[in-house]
């Protein structure tokens, strides 16, 4: 949600905070803006629109090797519509700077600022910080921003440069991340590593209260008593290659080819002997034994992994789960038993809501797992333990790898919770993991070879206005979550629905031509599914089916089929979700739609 970069050091700043703003991008892209020391003198460059309409509006800058220091920024609106005016940088002729996050109250700070004879030229809220910034500034930053910090609520990460602080950068936050990385050439402030990773894989997390201030070959951070403090460096492992395409034409469909490799490292890394190994995720065999509920909490895609979750450790532990959407968990006072156990499950690690999730979890002594992606993210941190999916960058917006090993270390974690509390031998759970480890993802494999098939069929619906999905248990889990990735890059307007359910409303809406696509891959209810189906096409509906190998339907039952490669019933949701997403992306593409960075929507959502 918003990406923000600064740079001071030996080279051209302009171009590396273009660049670093490009891989930053898909983090919003509403508007894009610049600002940097030129001559002595603070210049800003900004415009609505992508990244590439700023590189477009910046000219010689670009080149000009005399820039050695500034900020930049990509938007996701939240305050003020996407516009030249409310993109960032803002500032003052004091002060500019680039804002990730949300200032709760600055509907009151601009009442105070402008009673102090301040002119607002925008309609953001970072506006407000950046002239409160200016208001306490008399000629120390550092006491201007502490100043500050006293009357900012909200969450943000701020970077920020002063007109007669030359080529110099400071940052600091309050629940949004930021980053600084060390590098050869200079220091840079960043949202987060992948952004810069080409020039060093060094960096340090910024925590609250901390300001960081940088030159060319200084990084000093301050406590919050404004006491240098000892920096140590966090490393990543990802590689420049895995933060790009990598030769595919989108971010989405490399990323759904890492499938296999991710869900296979992601595995082996939590077994040993075949059997479940979470020791190093703070779960012990006695809270497993203990728990009386089990409440995942997440959003969007992690949240739909968790309905798959919930099924899978219901049907192999016997502990009820319940799933809550992050928003809601934390507005429903929710019952938490001192043996329950908080699952909370995000790529990024830094949504907003689950992180809030998170908090009221913990408050209320509850222990809390975490399944993030993004090492060192906030949730990582803040989790009483954490399971890793070793995903790597996830760069496209919607979520597909990560969804997928998100539901391989649910599977694994189903699987040690049966174990624990004797409701599977060893044996049972040796042939599981052997599953997960080899066919899962010759599984997934085998349906990549497949993606000309499954484009034709792309091909077929793209043009339709509204889709159904629909399917019962497992398959309603997965058609949940192929329905978001359809609409989220396609535009089309999709709903899930539990296929016993359509007669008792939906189904008025199932007429001549409309699409349906019914997964029926688990064998025990696959006849009510088809009658379900059967209900659809006496209205007219245009049916596409989603089923195993092993378990196909009579060929009369669709206009489509696509038959996945066999797996336990169990294990289906992966292959069929490798399917839906690369039909989704398929869609997408036919239609010639931003497929990376879908409209009015970013990667990380750091916002309530
Ligand atoms: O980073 P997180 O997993 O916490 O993100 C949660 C959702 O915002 C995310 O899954 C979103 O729904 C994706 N764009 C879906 O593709």
New binding site residues.
């Given amino acids: 949600m918003c990406g923000i970069i600064g740079y001071v050091g030996t080279e051209n700043a302009v171009q590396k905070l273009v660049t670093g703003l490009e891989a930053l991008e898909y983090r919003g892209y509403d508007s894009a803006g610049v600002a940097f020391f030129e001559n002595e003198q603070l210049k800003t460059v900004k415009c609505r629109g992508r990244i590439e309409a700023l590189r477009n509006l910046l000219g010689c800058e670009l080149n000009n090797a005399e820039i050695y220091c500034g900020i930049g920024h990509t938007r996701w609106a939240t305050h003020g519509e996407p516009s030249d005016r409310n993109s960032h940088p803002h500032g003052t002729e004091n002060v500019s700077i680039v804002h990730n996050g949300i200032i709760e109250n600055y509907v009151e700070i601009k009442k105070f600022l402008q009673e102090k004879g301040y002119i607002f030229e925008s309609e953001t809220d970072t506006e407000t910080a950046a002239k409160l910034i200016d208001f306490f500034y008399k000629d120390n930053p550092v006491d201007a921003i502490r100043e500050a910090q006293k009357m900012l609520r909200g969450s943000f990460a701020i970077c920020a440069v002063f007109k007669n602080e030359n080529n110099k950068l400071f940052a600091f936050r309050k629940d949004n991340p930021i980053i600084v990385a060390p590098t050869d050439a200079g220091n840079f402030v960043v949202s987060e590593i992948s952004a810069v990773i080409k020039y060093t894989k060094r960096f340090r997390r910024l925590e609250k209260g901390e300001i960081a201030v940088i030159t060319n070959d200084n990084i000093t951070i301050l406590d919050p008593d404004n006491e240098p403090t000892e920096i140590s460096y966090e490393t990543v492992d990802w590689d420049a290659e895995a933060a790009e395409k990598g030769g595919f034409p989108h971010f989405m469909l490399k990323e759904i080819y890492e499938e296999p490799d991710v869900v296979k490292r992601t595995v082996s890394e939590n077994l040993s002997n075949y059997i479940p190994d979470l020791s190093s995720s703070g779960l012990s065999d006695e809270m497993l034994r203990k728990a009386g509920r089990i409440h995942i909490v ?7 992994a968790g309905l798959v979750g919930k099924i899978a450790i219901e049907k192999l532990g016997r502990v009820p789960v319940s799933v809550v959407l ?1 928003s809601e968990f934390r507005y429903q006072n929710p019952i938490l038993d001192e043996n329950d156990i908080v699952i909370v ?7 907003a809501d ?1 992180l809030a999730a998170l908090r009221l979890a913990k408050e209320r002594g509850i222990f809390t797992l975490g399944i993030v ?2 090492m060192g993210s906030a ?1 990582a941190r803040e989790a009483d333990g954490v399971l890793y999916t070793l995903a790597g960058p996830e760069i ?5 790898k ?2 997928v090993v ?1 539901l391989a270390v649910l599977y694994v974690l189903a699987l040690k919770i049966g174990l624990v509390r004797e409701k599977l031998s060893e044996k049972d759970v040796q042939a599981y993991t052997r599953e997960l480890l080899e066919a899962v993802p010759e599984g997934i494999s085998r349906i990549l070879k497949r993606k000309e098939e499954i484009r034709e069929v792309a091909k077929k619906y793209k043009d339709n206005k509204s889709i159904f999905f629909i399917g019962r248990g497992m398959d309603y889990a997965i058609c949940c979550e192929a329905a ?2 359809m609409k ?2 396609s535009y089309i307007h999709c709903e899930s629905y539990a296929a016993g359910e359509l007669k008792h409303g939906t189904i008025s809406l199932v007429t001549d031509g409309v699409p349906v696509f019914a997964f029926a891959t688990d064998h025990d209810i696959i006849e009510k599914t088809l009658s379900n189906i059967k209900e659809t096409a006496a209205r007219g509906a245009r049916i596409l089916i989603f089923c195993g190998e092993n378990n196909p339907v009579p060929e009369n039952a669709a206009e489509d089929i696509i038959e996945l490669p066999q797996l336990s019933e169990l294990f289906m949701p992966t292959v069929t979700a490798t399917a839906a997403q690369l039909l989704a992306y398929y869609t997408s593409v036919e239609l010639e739609l931003d497929v990376d960075k ?1 409209r009015n ?5 750091t916002v309530e």
């Fill in positions: 997440a959003c969007g895609t992690a949240m739909h992050a499950i995000s790529q990024s690690g830094e949504t689950t992606n993004v949730i496209a917006v919607a979520s597909t990560a969804y998100q978001l990735k989220e890059i879908p929507l970013a990667k990380s959502v």
